[in-house]
């Protein structure tokens, strides 16, 4: 399990304590909590009975001292132990569903966590902690919550750290990682559905009594069926401009639940965390658990500003490198599958350099000999280089792209098994399965038992033997294409262990690699975007949204992303699926970060010329697609023509995007969109780039000033004539 490093703890415990002592003194008969960011208030309160209550989160007020009388404003019942309790327990006095359920070594099911004492540790001039210490009044049971706040990202993270001193262990029945209290008068929630290649499907719906569960039961790819990001909307739906909204994701790459529950009192209460089905959690006495982090933003100004606030907290402090650059690429999944040979790959390495992106990625079908991986239905797992297809070892291909002047990188899918392989022949007790029943398979594979330390080093292995054979590999695609199907493990003492294991053990091999190798740039993939979220984005460059790349779907997709991950983590490819136009297929990858999955050979003269100028162009723009604020213009669920723009943090580069998501008759822009995030004052030319050639823009080069162009816009004018239509911002000075 985790284990905070104690050494740190203590130091830290020591700089803080000063703050809490002052802090107490002041406010010996009530202890109010605040947990400030630029914009917000969370505000926490110990009860006259010594329970840790939440009280507000809304805006924060000009005077601290205020905050005081927030709980008789609100008419809040001084108990801590129920509706507003910060931390609910149970098997006590509260009835409400709990964060936290326990069975006690002597078998006991009560808890009742009282207010110990709290810290408050400055990390930097952005970031603070408060940790909360709660001890149960009978046993001696602890639990520590953390709030950690990005300042000026209005951003916070939170979990829980839950250890005991009983005599022998103690059975974790539900361990949450957060519990909020949100108080309106109604409640929206927009949540997503899915499945391959229908990821990201939305429902917004009000709240009624009672409790809606968020959940996945997958084991790994958990949001293949129901993501882990969602969005409440307080008092009205809110617009992408107006309303008050709360952003929510747990950082888990398991089985995740997330309650929301509208209460007797019509108050919300939102409690997130590991999915404690078929997950009792078995704890020895002095370990401790750390939960996963429950990352939440909350605007008073609509969805486009929550998603901003959360993007650029993302790029600074979460995904790797979220400040750098991205590579473009050319992938050979879709235009080869499993058929090449050396030959086949050093023509796609020349066509790399002719289109003038950055890199080749090599996929799937590169391994396995005694069964090599020439279908999905065998080689999995045997990741020595097949020497049929690569006689000359992968080392041919590193020799080749730079020659070529292009870098390479390759696939991995490092946490499965086909039954067809080596791996499991010699290991099948490294295999996730019932050992008495029938196998059950998804995409005819098995799930490697992450929770053994000898699997952990093996999937270490895999990639580590890679970039040590190979020192020029720039890039890695992580798969994972099954769930867990027969969940269980031979490694493991405690079966219900296994499915919160299984995610520590993963981490624990990404926090080796990445202590190895920090910058390496990592796509997250899965069959579909089956696996993205703040935890696994922790290890990763970016990630691969669904296996549908047909551009119109591709849009209403990508679209939905961009509510909660940053532009320059979604890998957008330019494939063969659909029938629209290269040029509008390109225009809807170049929203994110740019690929390309086509046989370059088969392009026509001008397809490629326009591929080549894209690329091009797109590298012109890189910096605000990359870095810059987004701005969702027009949505396609609402509108003809779906546009989203980024603007550069000086504000002096922006690009528009324009697509045509109706085909009926008349469809398009009919009058000016306006754009956002300018500066009125500067002037702005506007031009129509990535012209397909022999085509003439219809828009005329122009100069305005921001304020023209965010009070009256400018009409892309879209329509089934020019599907696609991207705009060019630049300031004149
Ligand atoms: C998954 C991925 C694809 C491709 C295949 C290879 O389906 O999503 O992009 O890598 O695996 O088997």
């Known amino acids: 399990m985790n284990k905070v490093n104690s050494t740190y703890l203590l130091s830290r415990v020591a700089i803080v304590f000063l703050f809490m002592s002052s802090f107490l003194i002041t406010k010996a008969q009530s202890v109010v909590i605040p947990i400030e960011s630029k914009q917000n208030a969370m505000v926490l309160q110990v009860t006259s009975e010594k329970r840790l209550a939440m009280v507000y989160m809304g805006n924060k007020l000009s005077d601290k001292n205020e905050y005081s009388s927030i709980a008789k404003a609100f008419r809040l019942k001084d108990n801590g132990s129920g509706y507003n309790s910060a931390y609910t327990g149970s098997g006590t006095r509260n009835l409400l569903e709990p964060a936290i359920s326990v069975t006690h070594t002597d078998g006991n099911k009560s808890l009742d966590l009282k207010y110990i004492n709290h810290t408050i540790t400055k990390l930097n001039d952005d970031v603070s902690l408060v940790s909360i210490n709660l001890k149960d009044s009978v046993y001696d049971f602890e639990v520590t919550l953390n709030y950690q706040t990005y300042f000026n990202e209005n951003v916070t993270e939170q979990w829980s750290v839950i250890k005991h001193h009983e005599k022998h262990e103690v059975v974790l029945n539900k361990y949450a990682s957060a519990n909020l209290y949100l108080q309106a008068d109604s409640y929206w929630l927009r949540h997503y559905h899915g499945e391959w290649a229908k990821e990201m499907r939305p429902e917004e719906e009000q709240l009624t009594h009672g409790i809606k569960t968020l959940d996945s039961k997958l084991g790994t790819r958990a949001d293949l069926f129901e993501p882990p990001v969602f969005m409440v909307s307080l008092n009205r739906p809110s617009t992408e401009d107006e309303g008050e909204v709360l952003y929510g994701n747990l950082e888990w790459s398991g089985n995740y639940r997330i309650d929301l529950e509208v209460d007797p009192s019509n108050d919300l209460r939102l409690i997130a965390g590991i999915n404690n089905y078929a997950a009792d959690y078995v704890l020895k ?136 392989s080596e791996l499991y022949e010699k290991h099948p007790d490294w295999v996730v399965k019932q050992p008495q029943r029938p196998e059950y398979y998804m995409r005819n594979q098995l799930v490697l038992d992450l929770t053994n330390p000898k699997v952990q080093d093996f999937v270490f292995n895999v990639v580590d033997n890679l970039f040590k054979k190979n020192p020029d590999l720039a890039y890695i695609k992580w798969d994972c ?45 899965s069959g579909g975007g089956g696996r993205v979220d703040y935890g696994a984005l922790k290890y990763f460059t970016e990630y691969w949204p669904s296996d549908n790349t047909e551009p119109v779907e591709r849009i209403f997709i990508q679209w939905e992303y961009s509510y909660f991950y940053p532009a320059l983590a979604s890998s957008n490819h330019v494939t063969n699926w659909g029938k629209q136009p290269i040029k509008f297929r390109t225009d809807v990858a170049m929203m994110g970060k740019l690929g390309f999955d086509i046989v370059v050979s088969k392009l026509s003269a001008d397809e490629l010329a326009f591929c080549q100028e894209a690329v091009k162009t797109y590298k012109q723009f890189s910096e605000a697609i990359w870095h810059g604020d987004q701005y969702r213009l027009q949505n396609p669920r609402e509108n003809d023509v779906a546009s989203i723009m980024y603007v550069d943090t000086t504000k002096s580069t922006a690009i528009m995007f324009n697509y045509l998501v109706n085909t009926r008759y008349g469809a398009g822009t009919n009058s000016p969109i306006r754009l956002k995030g300018l500066e009125p004052d500067k002037r702005y030319s506007i031009s129509e780039v990535n012209l397909f050639p022999g085509t003439k823009s219809t828009i005329q080069d122009a100069t305005y000033t921001g304020d023209f162009l965010m009070t009256v816009g400018i009409n892309p004018d879209v329509h089934e004539g020019r599907t696609s239509v991207l705009i060019g911002v630049k300031e004149q000075k």
């Open 285 to 420: 006495p002095g370990v401790e658990v750390t939960t996963p982090k429950f990352v939440y933003t909350l605007s008073d100004k609509g969805k486009g500003e929550a998603s901003r606030n959360l993007q650029s907290w993302a790029r600074k402090y979460k995904i790797v490198d979220g400040n750098g650059p991205r590579l473009t690429l050319l992938n050979n999944w879709e235009s080869t599958y499993f058929n090449f040979d050396e030959n086949k790959l050093a023509g796609i390495l020349k066509d790399t350099k002719e289109l003038g992106v950055d890199l080749f990625l090599l996929d799937d079908g590169w391994f396995g000999n005694k069964y090599p991986r020439n279908d999905d239905r065998a080689g999995l797992g045997d990741w020595e280089v097949n020497k049929t297809k690569l006689p000359d070892d992968i080392a041919f291909l590193t020799k080749t792209a730079n020659e070529d002047g292009v870098k390479f990188g390759i696939w991995v899918e490092p946490e499965m098994v086909n039954p067809k």
């Open 481 to 525: 294409n099954s769930v867990i199907y027969n969940a269980y493990s031979a490694y493991e003492g405690h079966q219900s262990n296994f499915y919160t294991d299984y995610v520590f053990g993963l981490y624990r091999v990404l926090d080796r690699l990445r202590a190895k190798y920090p910058k390496v740039p990592m796509m997250l993939c």
